[in-house]
């Protein structure tokens, strides 16, 4: 059976023959400077794998054999590609030529050459005579590095090795975590491995070889297999499902931390007793009342802001000094009274001057009294 023919988007193709046909001047062609110039493209690419030679570019080169006019117009880019545009089919054209390469010297360029196959439709169809069917299809692109020529994969085939390269790592990632999970009394549901390292122990410690570790008469065999020989045994195991406990409890702390983030034990407190509690209030009210107490605290900013901003548009207007206050005065009616007070004291104290036995105990008798001394009775 014969081999089967490779795509030909994973063929690479070059004809140095070509090449050294083009540089000996024997097409009768003007010397040419480059191995790969523009006159030679077209040529170049006839004599790959890629090509169609039932397309416009087969036939006018086909006819090129026989004609001096037509091979001189096959070896003329432009001159050929304007005769390609002037009649609808299949045809090879060249869309990408070298580029300046970044940082090098000025003409230093990449060498690479970009042709693609397109099928010019036949409508609409335009007055210019240069190019009456400009709608064209892209059908294939092809590339030339230096004188290699390469198909560009298309655009489904690029997304289908995307595609499958991303089902194939995802088919050994459910392979590989079918056999992850273990669950064990003790641990409850694990995804780690548990790596348990086998214990060394000493010669003097075996059973078999030490005369402490012997068997006695009268022994039973069952408790010595849950005495102190177990533990030993079983430390690694323990070990291994602590280290997976605890990875389990940071895992669930972690996904309680997120769950619960934003609730406080002050904002719905707890009721009833053992066995019964319940919320004091839902979720839902929580989250309703923290909505109007940020609502209000939002409405009380909003309005200092806006008090603010009127107080600061406000022009400042001096404030009027207080006049002073008169000093006191007297009325008629208080005038009268003070002096009537004191005209009263005066009298009063006339009178008790203008009493015949008034006198102070300490004043001695006057010269004139006529009463007798106490002496003289």
């Known amino acids: 059976m014969a081999a089967q023919a490779p795509p030909l988007d994973e063929v690479v193709s070059s004809r140095p023959e070509m090449i050294g046909w083009w540089m000996s001047g024997e097409h009768n062609l003007p010397q040419p400077w480059l191995p790969m110039e523009e ?3 077209h040529r170049y690419f006839s004599e790959q794998p890629f090509f169609d030679w039932t397309t416009k570019n087969g036939l006018l080169l086909s006819h090129a054999r026989k004609d001096r006019e037509s091979f001189d117009t096959v070896h003329n880019r432009h001159a050929f590609e304007r005769n390609l545009r002037k ?12 580029q300046q390469i970044p940082g090098a010297p000025l003409g230093q360029k990449n060498g690479m050459w970009v042709i693609r196959k397109q099928d010019r439709l036949r409508e609409p169809k335009t007055s210019d005579s240069d190019n009456p069917y400009p709608s064209t299809l892209t059908l294939a692109t092809y590339f030339i590095v230096g004188e290699n020529v390469y198909q560009a994969p298309s655009v489904a085939d ?12 995802l088919s050994k990632f459910f392979d590989k975590a079918a056999s992850l999970p273990s669950f064990s009394p003790t641990a409850g549901h694990t995804y ?6 086998p214990l060394s122990t000493s ?9 402490e570790g012997s068997i006695a008469p009268g022994v039973d065999t069952q408790s010595l297999r849950s005495g102190s020989l177990a533990p030993e045994s079983q430390s690694g195991t323990v070990s291994a499902s602590t280290s997976a406990q605890d990875a389990r409890l940071l895992a669930q702390s972690l996904q309680m931390a997120i769950q ?10 707890i009721l009833g007793e053992p066995g019964a509690f319940k919320f004091s209030s839902s979720t839902a009210a929580v989250k309703k009342r923290k909505a109007d107490e940020e609502a209000v605290i939002v409405a009380a900013a909003a309005k200092a802001r806006e008090q603010k901003e009127t107080t600061a548009s406000r022009p400042l207007t001096p404030k009027p000094e207080k ?28 009178r008790r001057k ?19 001394p106490l002496s003289a009775i």
């Open 39 to 41: 006159r030679f493209i």
């Open 87 to 98: 009649s609808p089919g299949t045809e090879y054209v060249i869309v990408g030529e070298p």
């Open 158 to 169: 690029v997304v289908g090795n995307r595609v499958l390269s991303a089902a194939t790592h």
């Open 192 to 197: 780690l491995p548990q790596t348990t390292k």
């Open 203 to 211: 010669t003097a410690g075996s059973p078999a070889r030490s005369r």
């Open 260 to 269: 619960f983030n934003d609730e406080y034990m002050d904002e719905n407190p």
């Open 323 to 350: 006049a002073p206050s008169p000093p006191a005065v007297f009325t008629e009616a208080k005038t009268g009274q003070s002096a009537a007070d004191k005209q009263r004291k005066e009298e009063k104290k006339r």
């Open 354 to 372: 203008s009493r015949p036995n008034a006198q102070s105990p300490a004043t001695p008798a006057s010269a004139t009294s006529t009463q007798p």
